[in-house]
DNA sequence: GTGCTGACTGAGCGCTTGCTTAGCATGCAA
DNA sequence: TTGCATGCTAAGCAAGCGCTCAGTCAGCAC
């Protein structure tokens, strides 16, 4: 049995009900009682419900794309970087599908600013997976006509696994994430 | 000017009001509003707020089914058949993409019996995408490894589409319905 | 005119929401 | 022993929620 602080008793809560049921439809007193707390105990170690959301959805997005741009430093061969992006990125979203959710789904529920921060996120993610097609059709190694929209496509791959990826499915993340990987290697193909 | 029925601002009211924010963050309030009626006017015309989506998502999910039906039926020839699959898929979703995100994002906040029913027309919709990925296989005009996986795979462009399509946007339905279906073919080329 | 119907509103009910406040128990330092 | 910080709870506040209800009003039949 692990021992958890209880600010990250809350924050697995959290992770739970917001992933389950959606920001809106989730109230505080059911984070709470999750973490076996009373309603109060929630503002001890967060300041509001959004707060906790904008935490777990920084995290996340941060994560993501620290995943993302260690898989495409990780070669210099444009097919191996994109492998390696779609694996990767497809395997971080089936591991951590609940946080997943979130960070997909729940960006209309941030503040303004918040959202603003991670919208920076998300373009850098999009940004490199831009980037690695690019390269790979400059080097002759990839046949790609919309490269933007392209990007967009490989990415949708793994982003939309967070609606129906269940983690004690038969799907295990490694298989899905080869699978994916595969797939997106076949679309630019040259 | 075309002249809507009360019921049918309503219904107008409420697709935008749910795809801008959320179910759970839209009021009766706010559709009302936007409707330019009173809040009980609501209830005039729609039994609940559940009701109302209950009928979106409904109408929606049907319209989805159809458009996938009509296209796998328009051909013998298995490329051309998943090619229309993608193809009226995706320009169905980037076409009614406020609908779309109902479809697809609001299901946790139907009623038990109402996601049930629900449910049925999307197994449906990706039955009919692995027939038509079977078929090919069968015909040895594809090479897939994973059938349902892949299935799931070339639906989930079109769907993914619905988080970052915006109707005034550089990208017609056209455009991005021919690229995802152009992907589609090179995801299964034999 | 009279009677009826359908569309709509103003007022508000009962309840739940996010969050606050006052206070209590524990543990540690001096 | 005293003083104080930390972590928590019971109680509850103000606001907003979905929804209801009594009543108004326009339009139509006769």
């Known amino acids: 049995m692990t021992q958890l602080t209880p600010r990250h008793r809350l924050v697995r809560a959290a992770v739970e009900a917001f992933a389950e049921k959606g920001f809106h439809a989730t109230t505080t007193r059911d984070i ?67 946080t997943g959710r979130i960070v997909q789904y729940e960006l209309t529920a941030l503040a303004p600013e918040h959202l603003a921060e991670v919208a920076g996120y998300r373009r850098d993610i999009e940004a490199t997976a831009r980037e690695v097609l690019e390269d790979g059709v400059a080097r002759g190694a990839f046949s790609v006509d919309d490269v933007p929209g392209t990007a967009l496509a490989v990415l949708s791959l793994g982003v939309d696994l967070v609606r129906w990826y269940l983690p004690d499915g038969p799907r295990t993340p490694e298989s899905v994430a080869d699978l994916y990987a595969a797939l997106a290697l076949r679309m630019v193909a040259a």
Not at 39 to 51: C, F, I, M, T
Not at 63 to 78: E, F, I, K
């Open 32 to 98: 709470a009682s999750r973490a076996g707390m009373s309603p109060a105990a929630l503002y001890v170690h967060h300041p509001s419900k959004e707060g906790l959301l904008y935490e777990l959805s920084r995290d996340g997005h941060l994560a993501a794309l620290d995943v993302v741009r260690r898989a495409v430093d990780g070669s210099d061969v444009p097919a191996e970087r994109l492998r390696r992006l779609v694996h990767d990125f497809t395997r971080w979203h089936a591991e951590h599908s609940l």
